[in-house]
Each structure stands twice: as C-alpha cells, then as structure tokens.
C-alpha cells in the first residue's frame, strides 16, 4: 500500500496566486515526521519545511506552510504568493520514527507557475 | 560548508557492466541515504548507512550494494547492469538519529544511463 499519495501529478497556476498541493499519508506509528521537498529541473532536492507528529502548530517558512491535520492524515504544503521560481516538482515524504526511521517520498506534484 | 558531493555527475555503460557511484555527505553528517529516481517510479529508498553500517535497505535485489567508509562516505555498486537500472541515483546525507527533523540534505545526483 502506498504510504504517501499525491493525487496531483500536475497543476498549473497563475504567478502571485497561492497554491495548495495535497499530500496524504498513511501510518500507525504513533511518531513520525513529513517533509516536503522541491526538485528543480536541475535535478537537485530542496528541503522545504517540516511537520513532527507531535507540533501542535502547523510549521511555516517563509512562503511555505504546512497545512498539518493528522485526524485526515494529510499534509498539503501551501505557497503563497506563487514565483515564476517555484516551477518544479514537489515531493511528499514521511519518516516514521518507531518502524524503521527511513524517509519515503511520494511520487511528486509537477508545478507550474504561468507569467 | 561544502553540501553533499557525488561522483560521477554523468555517466553510460552498457548492459552487463557494473558501476560505482560515490557520495561524500556534509562534514559532520554520519548517515548516508540512497535514492534511485526514475519518471516511472519516482523516488525509491535503497539504503542508509549510519557510522559504517546499513541500518536500512529497500527493495532492490542483490545487484545493487553499498557501504561508508569511516570518514562517512559512501559508496554504491551496482553489478550486471540491466537497462532499467538507468535512473538518477541521488545521495542524502543527515545527521543521523536522535534528531527529531532529521533533514536529509541532497547532492546534484549521478545520472546513469544503461545502453
């Protein structure tokens, strides 16, 4: 079964607008942490910003937040303000902390941003 | 600081042949994740090493191995190429357990392609 689900394999949005790319996740392990990372054309990851299961906040940087409701098991990452700059491929991961502490990555959401 | 070096960037060998790929994480960094990126799969977990040993292994037969070095690089092998082992072979480094975010922080990736 998959652990991370992105439903979204592409979405195109206007530059300035916010966008939302969902990520659900599944899980019993009672500890466990969500990443969303960025994947330029270049290739290279970009760690973007990270959920513990135990913060009672959702976490923000900068443009990025995390829109963290663990009842649903989701963890959508919202950009405001979209750039011309955020095209590119987002990744979902999840490390689950009692299991075996690896991080898995869902299979991505392509996004661009239209001038 | 110097953020996580693989070696080679690019490289094509033919069905049959093996290949090295090697990762030198951040300084400081004892725990060396790898990832084989294809558009069909997406991200997929092959190993960590944490202080000279696998502490994780994904899915991937025997033809695919690793190890780290007591400097904390590492290296992975893969033996009798088969043309579907063409992939991004990324490498992430993070500070290992006991750290509640552990962010892992990617290289550019060494691209292989399987003639």
């Known amino acids: 079964a998959q652990k991370i689900t992105q439903t979204q394999p592409g979405m195109f949005v206007q530059e300035k607008e916010a966008v939302t790319l969902d990520c659900t996740y599944d899980t019993s392990d009672p500890s466990y942490g969500l990443f969303w990372y960025k994947q330029p054309s270049s290739g290279e990851m970009i760690f973007l910003i990270y959920q513990g299961s135990y913060d009672q906040q959702n976490a923000t940087e900068g443009r990025y937040s995390l829109n963290f409701q663990k009842a649903r098991k989701s963890a959508n990452l919202v950009i405001s303000a979209s750039q011309l700059g955020d095209s590119a491929m987002y990744f979902c991961a999840m490390r689950e902390r009692e299991r075996d502490d690896k991080i898995i990555f869902g299979k991505g959401t392509r996004l661009h941003i239209l001038p | 600081k110097a953020g996580v070096t693989q070696t080679p960037r690019y490289l094509i060998k033919t069905r049959g042949q093996q290949v090295t790929l090697s990762c030198s994480p951040i300084s400081g960094h004892r725990s060396v994740s790898w990832y084989q990126q294809t558009p069909g799969q997406g991200l997929q977990f092959l190993f960590e090493y944490f202080s000279e040993t696998q502490r994780n292994k994904g899915n991937f037969p025997g033809r695919f191995s690793g190890r780290q070095f007591s400097n904390s690089r590492s290296e992975m092998n893969v033996s009798t190429l088969e043309l579907g082992d063409s992939a991004l072979y990324l490498c992430?480094?993070?500070?290992?357990?006991?750290?509640?975010?552990?962010?892992?922080?990617f290289g550019a990736g060494s691209r292989l392609t399987v003639l």
């Open positions: 992430a480094s993070s500070l290992g357990r006991g750290s509640g975010a552990n962010v892992l922080t």
